[in-house]
């Protein structure tokens, strides 16, 4: 009798000869044509959890199954080694960020190998190894050479919580910190950019050829934020100043009557009377506390979300002055800072107008019988002049830009909401931005031959949670590249977004000292065939790994006709439990090893791949043991169905049929890995193996189940090929079904009469109405019920189903 099967024996026994034989293990020069799969790698906060065990185990099914179609799967695995959490330890408990994050790399390595993922761990990179922070500071200074990168002062996101600058998408809805949620406030410092606005339309146009989720696009596609319209000068009574202002509708400029400028906006004192200076000032102050999420939010009292500033812009349509204000609702980052407002045509202006008793004026007639206030829609321009009767807004928007172009006041103008990305950390546990200033040169780059620029290890961490860079004589003082005088070093680090901008590129040649990557070992394996994340990277690291990808192409580090780095993207659920995602942070996690210990990773696996389908959430409940146990069951069935087919089964009565059932199984279960149906695609194979446990199981029949199943179970189908066959089953061939044995050569027809079966008949899958008719109505019970009558109606489904009225 074949002994039980025991899986941490035979999970254990597989893991390590993977690694030992480096069977997933490929070179740059496999003659096997390339295919790269990856999964975002992680932050390494300890041992894995279950979201973890969710994105590797679909990541790790893909290298197999691709392998077994017989490409050379490139699969890396890395740590984004940088960030906040290692820093608050050591602040904490004085534990340095660099031996508190090495210590956590060895836990979570060791989940992800117990649960079977195999990895080429020889490309293993960790974003704060010194040359990867080489690699990084050289792109970085690549990208400042070309322009991509540069310093301005500007009003920043100032987490009071982390001590440092967010950008724009760090910061949630509400305003507050992602990470820490501390309300964030505005603070004006000096920063490093990337110029991210420089690719927006490119970022825009090629969303259209990425094998992604439309909703991911479609984020991206709204925070880039296209907009077309037309921007134009307006003179400000009284002063040799001009507004420029920027709208979406230039058609409907006769109606404006009134101009709103941001706060920050520079003409905002400059225009401001003696009597409103005051009011002004206060409101900016005001202001400059909110975020933008607060600022652009419809609530809260127009009352308050405003101030005159006692100035007149004369609008250039009729010559007529209008009143300007300020309102908190204008962004600085956005356009030119200052709008026309139409209150006929907008409801927020209309809101404004009414909450400052300010006149409207429509040019567009709406519809008879109209009750709205602001009306957007399409109708004949009105009080317009030159454009009245103009039904098309096309059309009218075309003249009103014509115009403005004809008398030399404005042009038809793109903006978007894009702005540039803002890099500077003011932390430690980050990559030091490579730049020293010196009171002579100012900001100078520290030259390619000194990098990396690493920061020291014996700092103190103030409770404040400064950056102890900002104190460290020996960090700070140095000399200027250029002149040799005193200078000092940038003490800011970099966004840790900036690490997995380009990770994915490195993977591809981990061992280059001499360049970030070499161009040709990239050609070979980009763009990542496969990438796997969570949707909360929609819009953070895909935007920033996309614009990185085409940056680096044109400083000459990428190769030029890598334009996109990810072809294909799977966003895979969340595992929940009590209706919040499950997270460190949020302390409901539940952690792999008991199962792992218990039921074994392929029983997990099973579990992840079976209990829906992988783009949905999961909500992790006390039925899940259930399930898994399920799992076990059946991969304990399939042991047996192996080991001893003559014990578990009866000897087939009808080979042929189970030869036929293995040929569909391959096809259906094909198409469903293909799919990513991967929860269907384990029922069929459930489905399967009762059948054989049914109708006895032939030498192939088991071996087809077996190699369909081994990248969802890879250590025990591994374990039952070597015993069966006395090689390895991850370096077999995915099956072919043969298409001449996938019909059915019979199909049984349930015959009813007034809605009762009343027979059974064994019919070819491919009759034909007429005759499954005549079969049905021929049979000896349907005769006998109708005794001689004709039928009154008669309903045909072939070849499942006939129904008899009589």
Not at 71 to 97: C, Q, R, W, Y
Not at 390 to 416: F, Q, S
Request: net charge negative.
């Amino acid at each position: 009798m074949v002994e039980p099967y025991d899986a941490q024996a035979v999970e254990r026994k597989w893991q390590q000869r993977w690694e030992s034989e480096g069977t997933y293990e490929v070179d740059n020069d496999d003659p096997r044509p390339p295919y790269y799969v990856l999964c975002m790698y992680p932050y390494p906060s300890g041992p894995a959890h279950m979201g973890h065990v969710r994105n590797y185990t679909f990541g790790d099914l893909i290298v197999r199954h691709r392998t077994m179609h017989g490409h050379a799967v490139l699969s890396p695995f890395g740590f984004d080694s940088f960030g906040l959490p290692a820093e608050n330890a050591a602040i904490k408990t004085g534990v340095h960020p660099r031996v508190f994050t090495e210590e956590r790399i060895p836990e979570l390595t060791d989940s992800v190998k117990r649960m079977g993922a195999v990895y080429d761990w020889r490309r293993e990179v960790r974003s704060h190894d010194p040359e990867y922070m080489r690699a990084t500071q050289t792109i970085f200074l690549r990208l400042w050479e070309a322009g991509l990168a540069y310093r301005a002062k500007a009003p920043v996101n100032w987490c009071p919580g982390c001590h440092t600058v967010l950008a724009n998408e760090q910061v949630r809805a509400d305003g507050t910190c992602d990470r820490s949620g501390d309300v964030v406030q505005k603070r004006d410092l000096e920063q490093w950019f990337f110029k991210i606005t420089a690719y927006a339309q490119e970022l825009l146009d090629d969303l259209d050829g990425l094998e992604w989720p439309e909703r991911v696009k479609v984020m991206q596609r709204n925070w880039i934020g296209r907009s077309e319209g037309a921007e134009f000068e307006m003179a400000v009574e009284g002063t040799e100043h001009r507004l420029r202002v920027f709208t979406t509708r230039p058609d409907t400029s006769f109606g404006m009557t009134y101009a709103v400028i941001a706060p920050e906006h520079p003409l905002a004192l400059e225009i401001t009377t003696p009597e409103q200076r005051a009011a002004v000032e206060d409101f900016v102050a005001q202001v400059r506390m909110a975020s933008d999420v607060e600022r652009l939010s419809s609530e809260g009292p127009l009352e308050k979300r405003g101030v005159f500033t006692g100035a007149h812009a004369v609008n250039p349509f009729n010559g007529k002055p209008v009143p300007v204000y300020l309102a908190d609702y204008v962004l600085m980052t956005y356009g030119t800072g200052a709008i026309m407002a139409v209150p006929a045509e907008d409801q927020r202006d209309w809101d404004f107008a009414k909450a400052y008793g300010l006149p409207v004026v429509r040019t567009v007639q709406p519809p008879e019988g109209w009750q709205g206030e602001a009306y957007p829609g399409e109708g004949p321009r009105i009080n317009s002049e030159w454009l009245d009767g103009i039904v098309d807004t096309g059309e009218a928007k075309a003249k009103a830009v014509e115009w403005l172009e004809a008398e030399g006041i404005g042009e038809r103008k793109v903006n978007y909401r894009l702005r540039d990305w803002l890099l500077s950390r003011q932390r430690f546990w980050g990559c030091p931005i490579p730049v020293v200033n010196c009171p002579d040169h100012g900001a100078v780059p520290v030259p390619e031959s000194q990098l990396p620029v690493v920061a020291p290890d014996d700092v103190e961490f103030r409770p404040t949670g400064e950056s102890p860079l900002r104190f460290h004589e020996g960090f700070l003082r140095t000399t200027c590249p250029i002149c040799g005088g005193p200078a000092e070093r940038e003490t800011d680090t970099m966004d840790t977004f900036v690490d997995s901008s380009w990770y994915f590129l490195r993977f591809c040649d981990p061992q280059n000292r001499l360049l970030p990557f070499s161009q040709e070992a990239v050609e070979r394996w980009m763009p990542v065939d496969q990438y796997i994340g969570g949707i909360e990277h929609a819009i953070l690291h895909l935007m920033y790994a996309r614009f990185f990808t085409k940056a680096l192409a044109d400083v000459g580090l990428g190769p030029p006709s890598l334009r996109e780095p990810f072809r294909r993207l799977f966003t895979q659920g969340m595992i929940r439990m009590d209706g919040t995602k499950m997270s460190k942070s949020r302390g409901n996690l539940v952690g792999p090893g008991r199962y792992l210990d218990t039921t074994g990773a392929d029983a997990l696996r099973l579990f992840h791949l079976f209990v829906g389908p992988p783009a949905d959430d999961v909500d992790w409940s006390d039925q899940s043991d259930e399930v898994i146990e399920g799992c076990a069951r059946f991969l304990r069935r399939v042991w047996r169905l192996a080991l001893e087919p003559e014990q578990a089964a009866p000897p087939p009565a009808e080979p042929d049929n189970v030869e036929r059932a293995s040929h569909r199984v391959i096809a259906r279960v094909s198409d469903e890995y293909e799919r990513w149906s991967y929860n269907t695609a384990v029922a069929s194979l459930m489905e399967f193996t009762n059948l054989l446990y049914k109708e006895g199981a032939t030498d192939f029949a088991v071996d087809t189940l077996l190699l369909l199943l081994a990248p969802m179970a890879p250590h025990i189908t591994a374990e039952l090929w070597e015993r069966r066959h006395g090689a390895h089953i991850h370096a077999q061939r995915w099956p072919t079904a043969d298409p001449t044995k996938l019909t059915l050569e019979s199909t049984t027809m349930v015959v009813q009469v007034n809605g009762k079966v009343r027979d059974r008949l064994e019919v070819a899958p491919t009759i034909v109405a007429e005759e499954a008719e005549r079969l049905a109505l021929a049979s000896p019970r349907v005769q006998e019920l109708l005794a001689g009558a004709p039928p009154r109606k008669v309903v045909v489904r072939p070849p499942k189903l006939v129904n008899i009225v009589h």
